[in-house]
């Protein structure tokens, strides 16, 4: 076939390492939408839609959290999109601990704890990006980052937002 574009196929276990990607110098615990996702791995957007209605794609943030937009985009945690590589090459990963090594790289040991990153999630805006929170969404967002929550992934009762 003459003129056919072709695309590389990528398959869960071709994808970079978490220690790989690069979301252009965002903290882990900032919000990526789909655009950012793709770019980050290299993928094909369709392909991330593919594996996110199988089931096997990253965790995603309720999308009631986020004001209305035109296509309807999904968000993620970066540290989310992180640890669902490092399960796709059955790497362990800890995402509190993620984000503190971000403070300690960026800002210098004195500020590599928890409750710095409470702050500096709490000193963002309702506009990540191109992530709109609602007030409520922003709300529950910081909520993450309590000292019970879990890190690592968005709390289940908050799975049954998503197709909101």
């Known amino acids: 076939m003459t003129g056919a574009i072709i695309k590389p196929s990528a398959t869960l276990r071709s994808l970079p390492k978490a220690c790989q990607v690069s979301f252009d110098g965002r903290p882990p615990w900032a919000v ?8 980050a791995l290299g993928i094909d957007r369709g392909l991330l839609a593919t594996w996110r209605n199988r089931g096997i794609g990253p965790t995603e943030l309720p999308a009631s959290w986020f004001r209305p937009a035109v296509g309807q985009p999904r968000h993620y945690q970066i540290s989310a999109v992180l ?3 490092a399960d796709q090459h059955g790497e362990a ?7 503190v090594d971000h403070l300690r790289s960026n800002l210098g040991a004195e500020f590599a704890n928890m ?7 709490g000193n963002q805006s309702l506009v990540q990006g191109d992530a709109r929170f609602t007030a409520n969404g922003f709300r529950q967002f910081l909520a993450l980052f309590q000292p019970d929550a879990a890190i690592d992934r968005i709390p289940e009762n908050f799975a049954s937002a998503q197709g909101a």
């Open 32 to 39: 990526v939408s789909t655009t950012g996702v793709v770019a």
């Open 115 to 121: 409750a710095w990153v409470r702050r500096l999630a």
């Open 83 to 85: 640890a669902w590589l």
């Open 93 to 99: 990963f800890d995402a509190e601990a993620c984000w």
